[in-house]
């Protein structure tokens, strides 16, 4: 849970230094997307990989927020999205 907070910070503070701020708190709005883990019985499984199986962790959410990268005006959530993606994936390997 630390690198869900840590990794936008430092993404903020590398990629947009003159308002890190704003752009850390976009990315950790980001986080958001986990309310879909209260559609799923039960909400929490340590045993299953929410890559694949939330409906904003699917694979069709993740081409979109890819797709925002795109667009200025979107590419800092799409950053955040990206990153708990990443985050969240890296958690499945384990």
Do not use: E, K, T
């Amino acid at each position: 849970m630390v690198l869900h907070v840590a990794v936008p910070a430092a993404v903020a503070r590398i990629g947009y230094p003159q308002r890190w701020h704003r752009a850390w708190l976009v990315m950790l709005a980001a986080m958001a997307i986990d309310l879909d883990h209260l559609l799923a019985d039960p909400i929490f499984d340590p045993n299953r990989c929410g890559i694949g199986f939330h409906p904003l962790h699917s694979y069709l959410a993740i081409a979109v927020y890819i797709a925002m990268l795109a667009a200025p005006r979107f590419r800092i959530i799409a950053i955040g999205l990206l990153i708990h993606i990443g985050l969240d994936a890296a958690d499945c390997l384990w």
